[in-house]
């Protein structure tokens, strides 16, 4: 169970029509409260699809009776008439469920460019509410309906010390397949706290996971998490408790993503230590983590340490400060380079495992900061360029 | 010809044992003067191979006498013991052709992590001070020397309008093979100038042709672009012709490694214009440049502005200051995105020839700005991936 474990939400999701190959593509996650505490982080795309520019203004009061999402189209660069549509979708959601439209946040994943298909859009809407329920059921179909080319739906849960319970569930990210790179994920909780509370925890949580994932440092238009809480077990977690909860859940779920890349043979962990800052770290990760020749080489399991130093290399000093004769790079448990040089055998690295771990030493203060990415591989190119999007 | 079309120069290039292949892969310039003028330029990243420390030291005087060029070995990442075999092949050509270490340049390209084999460079650097000569061929071997993964050797001449000749040679350049990435280029010329003028000539021509191609955001460890002045036809060129006449051998060198790129299926030229600055057009255009969602749907000859138009949307506001509502994109011609939205249908495009230009106007004002990059390919995954190096 995921988003309706935790008291006071029920969900469904269901095929409307919207994908022509009549897979699941709308879900609808509903808070009875007693709460109706919500907060959400977008995008940084300068270019924000209609639900993008629609989700901003609902949730700036820290309030949301529900979400819709569709697969099957992003409504991105679709214009005004692509932000009625946004509009239109909340307006007769609210009217099924008796609320506020300007309470029900908006969510689209899929191509960009093209209207969506309206009248199998609310005809979905006005069924599902109908449909709406809590448990496994609900979960599952709601986790798959916000599915693209995800092989698997993604779910995690956490419980505070408390009692309170966070769910969660996730769609998307790079690698699953660019054109259609955008990660949605709600979470939901029980625990009794404001807009404030959940605003904090929500951002914290976001900055040491999602923000982390990079697969191919392309920024989708549409990225939207989004944090509900109803209140319902009574339980006023405190800032920390649910701030650890909500990043729990947020981790299980982004390492998820990762795990399902499709085009991806290799998840890479890239381990930045002895920065300045963690700013620098997190620099320095990010460089090697968008390398094509790391992660073409990490594709033919070739531990290349030239190509990781010199994409270090090409981070400004003012950004990350180093001194190239004291960097040294590991690779799943080898030390490869040591001072800037070539140290143990390339040979010695066992490059078969899925996951592999590259850890960068700076030899230059005590920060660290790490980017998880995949490698580059033939089934991301042929993703990338086979369909038309 | 090229090289030694300018007169004052003598040079050649042959097989020295150090490609276990057989190939040749090292050469010799040198300039009888009577000048000794030099100006270079050198990559930017922080890691530098031996050969750009040593170099960067022989050339801050504005003279030089010679440069010595190897492919087979980047001789980067090998600390002082790399550094020393640098010095040790300066002042082996120096003795050879009897003029100081200080002057003589050195250039090289291969494998990151590796020391060189000296005893064949340095044999091969006393043979070829024996083969020293002026035309066709000793252009062809000196061309043919330096390539790595290039399928041809590069070369190009222009003649200023007072006639003095600058003539030039290149290898490299990322999609090449980017384990190799290394972009080697020397220009020769028989104006009669003092380092400054050749010096602000080279600085001025780079900025707009070697430093527009980004084939894949990775900066090599040894990239040099080097010019040489003979002063031997004794025609004192203005800055301003000689600057012409180096920005025009250097656009076409620039264009011929683009068009030689192995991985890769098309060449892409993205011209950003009405940007407010130079600056942002160029910063726009590189974000394009580098999207490997960009390239890849240009492989797949998919006219997609959505990508385009999300790529530009990842560029900081205070880096390009730009409205989305005013962006429109045009692709080979047809302008596929207007105002942000859909415009002319993209099955209008023919994606087909290899070279393609993406056009966006920002609406912003009046500067410009282009970069050249090649499409996201199963050969460039493949060349990066299937050797170890």
Known sequence: MSITRPRGFRAVGLPAGIKSTGAPDLAVIVNDGPRDTAAAVFTANRVQAAPVLWSRQVVADGRARAVILNSGGANACTGPEGFADTRRTAEHLAAELEVDAQDVLVCSTGLIGERLPMPPLLAGATTA??????????????????????????????????????????????????????????????????????????RAATATTFDRVDSDACMSTNDTVILLASGASGIAASLEELSEAVRAVSADLARQLVADAEGASHDVHVVVRSATTEQAALAVAREIARSNLVKAAIFGNDPNWGRIVSAAGCVPEEVAPFAVEDLSVTVNGIEVCRGGGAHRDRSEVDMTPRETLIEVDLGAGTAAGDIWTNDLTHDYVEENSAYSS
Chains 1, 2 share one sequence.
């Open 129 to 202: 509410t109908a449909q709406l329920g809590a448990g496994t059921e609900a979960d599952e179909t709601t986790a798959r309906a916000i599915m693209t080319t995800d092989t698997v739906p993604k779910t995690a849960e956490a419980t505070t010390p408390s009692g309170a319970v966070v769910g969660g569930i996730a769609k998307g990210a790079g690698m699953l397949a660019p054109q259609l790179a955008t990660m949605l994920v709600v979470l939901t909780t029980d625990a009794d706290v404001d807009a404030a509370t959940a605003d904090a925890a929500l």
